[in-house]
């Protein structure tokens, strides 16, 4: 008996044209990814037009080249990477759900418009006996609400930082008085070097002056997570109002303060 070998199977030029075509196409997840890599590089970039740059907008650029690397691997090895993409879609939701989250404790816990409160001003960079273009952001607000509700204090929040002449509460309490509002009003916190402790001492000093314990915190709206988690830390309740933040530079300042919370929850 004779075994006869079964003929070989071939492929028309057609068919390894398609199977060529199919090679080159980008499926959903692929273009999922390439488009939202190209996002984050422009997050990443944008505070360099306005002078930024800081360890966010390096984390921003290094989730772009992830997410690309994904898709071009994917490509050169011919199959998908499972573990690879649900890094990709964790990266993605993470940044999402921190975006919805943070922007949820800026804009949506907004305080009574009159009545007895005490704000308290979050301190950072300061020139000189000026404040920063970010601190002085903070302070307009700051300032509006301090105008629009006369039975309001306030207490500024910073000490003096590395290559400062003047302590942040001072130049804060200098902007604000140049502007209006009485000095009796105004409480210097002058001893805090960070966030936590910007917190710490300003609630041991509005005990200690008898001050209303209706808070409200003013910051940048990417900062107001972090600190709403300070004064839970130590006991007290405080709604928000912010500055306003360029919109260049906040996807990069907000993934550092993920950095930061993330610090303050793993380490304290």
Known sequence: MILMRPPKRICSGRTKRKRKMNAKQLTGKQKLFLCAAFLLVLMGLGGLLVGVWNVGSTLLLAGAAFLAGVVALEK?????QILLT??????LAVLIVHAAIWNYFAYCRQPAAQGEATVIVLGCKVNGEEPSLMLRRRLQRALLYLQQ????????????GENESYTEAHVMKKYLVENGIEPSRIYEEDRSTNTDTNIQNSLALIEQEGLSDNLIICTDGFHQLRAWLYVRR???QATA????TPL?????YAVRELCGILKMLLIG
């Open 76 to 80: 050169k090895m011919g199959r998908r």
């Open 86 to 91: 649900g890094l990709g879609i964790l990266l």
């Open 149 to 160: 509700n006369p039975q309001a204090n306030c207490v500024v929040s910073g000490g003096m």
């Open 234 to 236: 130590y006991g007290a």
């Open 241 to 244: 109002i912010s500055g306003k």
């Open 248 to 252: 260049l530079v906040v996807p990069s």
